[in-house]
């Protein structure tokens, strides 16, 4: 079997410290106070689902209107089954997904054993 066909969504994080998901939102020109008006309540939806751990938002100092979502799961799973499976996600989706252009890549991290302070 090739490496590069490993099935990314049954792998266990390292040492249970959970998965990383990361999301660089760029948001429409002259809609970053609504977007966080918006994530404001978005953010209730997320942090109600299972596997979830903790999140963070924050804003780029060098480019305007431009974002980081850095979430927290317990598993890969967790996100991508659990969360963007529910009827939950569909109210994120409305609060949220109209606000990006171009749409957000989301990518997910595990913590390299070892190199954690």
Not at 107 to 113: A, C, G, I, R
């Amino acid at each position: 079997m090739n490496n590069n066909t490993t099935n990314t969504q049954s792998r266990a994080p390292s040492r249970g410290l959970g998965v990383l998901e990361v999301a660089i939102l760029n948001v429409k020109a002259g809609l970053s106070a609504d977007f966080e008006k918006a994530f404001n309540e978005a953010q209730k939806i997320i942090s109600s689902m299972e596997g979830y751990i903790s999140h963070q938002l924050q804003k780029c100092i060098e480019v305007e209107n431009k974002y980081i979502l850095l979430v927290n799961w317990k598993t890969l799973e967790a996100h991508t089954k659990g969360f963007r499976g529910s009827a939950e996600y569909q109210d994120w989706k409305k609060l949220l997904h109209h606000f990006y252009d171009p749409f957000p890549t989301v990518e997910h991290f595990e913590m390299v054993e070892g190199c954690r302070a």
